[in-house]
């Protein structure tokens, strides 16, 4: 007897270094229950202490102690080998988990001592040992008697919950239900109580009884995501342990399950009546939508996320669960399903001013999106008008261009998007509006890729108008000005330099002469030089700028450089000769004006030399030969008169040259030439008196000549003229000196004689 309580005392001792019962499980999910981890301990081999108090245990029972010392010895025995198993099998040397020396003892100790209060405890670990060991049906079997025999035990709510998870394993999904209703019923099962009721939701489940399923599966849930972010995956949950996480995932998915199994998404809304599973919902329909989507069913998950957004349109989700919709039915090829729920997203969220200022925070989740969705709307609707060329296509484009443009007018594609609008509406032959868009795509957006091309592209814009209103003089205006524009924003541009030469030219043609020549002048300044047709353009304005403002030499000087760039045959050339005339001509002519006939007179013949061509050209050598008789240059008179006889004939100024040659001949003493004129005045001149004396002078200067042709002359003039008497005398006279023979001398002698007697009657 002393040995066998010097042994006890030695366990007593030594008890303390012997490990408590093993914690329960914290692994909550389905999966678990197929691989149940045991408890961590520390890995290793048993620490020496607990090797000496099981040896000292094992010492007293071989001592033969009394009932009390043997129950005791018996208890601790087992549990001290239970530990031993435990961190047998924790250890890296691969030993296997044999719990059948502690199932041994705690069943010999209750077979000893049946009616030990303590009991309930040792079955507790025999169930325990037996599960671990891999016997379910018998550690079923203990914790069956355990909540039977000891109704109070502290350990109750453990045991139903495991006992609860044995039948759940065993497919007896009916008392496995009950006996995690028991842990929920119980006040003290605070730690089980998640745990529990999810896996009574799942014996429901296998049991078809899936309202009430969903109601535990919805506690669990209340409990991890209400009031959470819904737009945070469940793996990003912040405070959300892995186990967690993997709970939450597989309530989810068996909720989806079940709803399949009802009325689908329908069903939903009943369970998510409060606010506090309002604020998670959202996940609820995309959790069911991912179900459809695994079984190959778009269209049912695009009705489940069009649900929530019918249910919550104002919800920060609802957009982004839009925007799925849209890529679901684009990803299985559903395109008019796609277009219309972007038509659905963009009408609601992007065209909607009330949705935007009420819920801002959605709003700020869908702007993306919307700008996304209205480019593609545009483009689309775009493309297809340049396909069928169809109105509705042409309007539906527009609009969506136009919602772009003005919900986002700061964004980087902006410029590109208005430039797209603008080609769709010149297309359509909307030239005004087009003209509009490519001008503030071209000045107004940032600057981009196409900001030439779009200034450009306006002219031609403007240009298409006018084809039908040449006239209209406000449209004249804007296109000038867009002109002019573009020369100064795009000035790199090759173009630049003939659309400002041809501003300048509207400019002209408008009465802006001074604005033209400037513009003229920066065209010929440009660098790198402009091609000639751009440089000629310009010239030709600054020509007919300087001339309007009478600057006659400049305007020569610049007419004189266009015509150089102007190929022989060129249309234009006799324009720019007619300017060069007159340029020269008027510059004469403010010689002549200015008493400066001498250089008048070499300006007027400059003329012919520089524009043989032109229309003025006899007007000036007619001038210049005026020029030279007033200074009575007679020799470059008489050459001027004869000049303009040879190269102007059939002029009309021909009928002025007689009588200013036979002027400039009599100034020379060349009367024979000067006879001839005279008689061409003589048979040419309207007044009588001007032909009489013209042919008097003529016959004068042929007798001065001592001209053969003198006495025919003289004979003309009497015969045309016998009045006045004292020319007709003279006439008569002369007629009888050169008469021939003495018989027609009598004859002229006789007639004057009577014409002298009869008073010149």
Known sequence: MRRAESALLAALVLAGCASGPLPGDDQPTLKALAQRPLPAITPGRLPTDEQRALAAWQALLAAQPDAKQRAQALRRLGDLEMDATDARLASQDGASADYRAAIARYQTLLKETPNDPGNDRVLYQLARAQELGGDAPAALATLDRLVASYPQTTALDEAQFRRGELLFSARRYAPAEAAFGAVLASPRAHGLTERARYMQGWSQ?????????????????????????????????????????????????????????????????????????ASYAVRLYQNQAALYLKQDRPKDAADALGAFVRRAPQDPMAPLLQAQVVRIHADAGFEQQALAAKLAFVEHYGLDPAFQ?????????????????????????????????????????????????????????????????????????????????????????????RSAEAGYAALLAYDAQLKSAPDDAPLLRERLASALRFADRHAADPRAAAVLADAAERQWRAGQSAEAQASATRVLAWRPE???????????????????????????????????????????????????????????????????????AALFTRVGSAAPGSSIHANADFDAAAQWIA????????????????????????????????????????????????????????EPE???????????????????DAAATWERYLKAWPQPLPEATEARAALARHARTS????????ELLATERAGGA
């Open 205 to 277: 489940f296998k049991q078809a009884r899936l309202e009430p399923a969903l109601g535990n599966f919805m506690a669990v849930l209340d409990t991890h995501l209400s009031e959470r972010d819904p737009a945070v995956p469940v793996e990003q949950l912040p405070g959300l342990s892995r186990a967690n996480r993997e709970l939450v995932d597989d309530v989810l998915r068996v909720i989806a399950l079940a709803l399949e199994n009802l009325q689908g998404v329908a069903a939903i809304a009943p369970l998510v009546n409060s606010p506090q599973r």
């Open 357 to 449: 200022a009420s819920a801002p925070e959605a709003w700020t989740r869908a702007r993306p999106l919307v700008r996304e969705f209205l480019g593609e709307l545009a483009q689309r609707h775009h493309a297809a008008a340049q396909k069928t060329h169809q109105a509705a296509e042409v309007q539906a484009a527009v609009r969506w261009y136009q919602a772009l443009l003005t919900q986002f007018p700061d964004d980087a594609d902006s410029p590109r998007q208005r430039f797209l609008l603008a080609e769709l509406l010149f297309e359509d032959r909307q030239y005004a509006a087009a003209a509009t868009e490519y001008e503030r795509s071209a000045y107004q957006d940032p600057p981009h890729p």
């Open 530 to 600: 402009p091609a000639a047709p751009v440089r000629r353009s310009a010239l030709g304005v600054q020509a007919r700028a300087a001339f309007d403002a009478g600057r006659f030499a400049e305007a020569e000087r610049a007419s004189q450089q266009a015509l150089a760039l102007t190929p022989e045959g060129d249309p234009s050339r006799a324009a720019l000769s007619e300017r060069l005339a007159a340029s020269i001509y008027r510059q004469a002519e403010a010689a002549r004006n200015g008493g400066q006939s001498a250089e008048a």
């Open 631 to 686: 200074l009575k240059d007679w020799p470059r008179a008489a050459e001027a008169l004869e000049a303009f006889r040879r190269q102007h004939p059939g002029h009309a100024l021909q009928a002025q040259l007689p009588a200013r040659l036979a002027l400039a001949y009599d100034e020379l003493q060349r009367p024979a030439l000067a006879a001839a004129e005279y008689e061409r005045v003589a048979a040419s001149a309207g």
């Open 690 to 708: 001007a032909r009489r004396t013209a042919l008097w002078l003529a016959a004068q200067r042929r007798e001065s000549a001592q001209d053969r």
């Open 743 to 750: 018989a027609q001398a009598l004859a002229w002698q006789r």
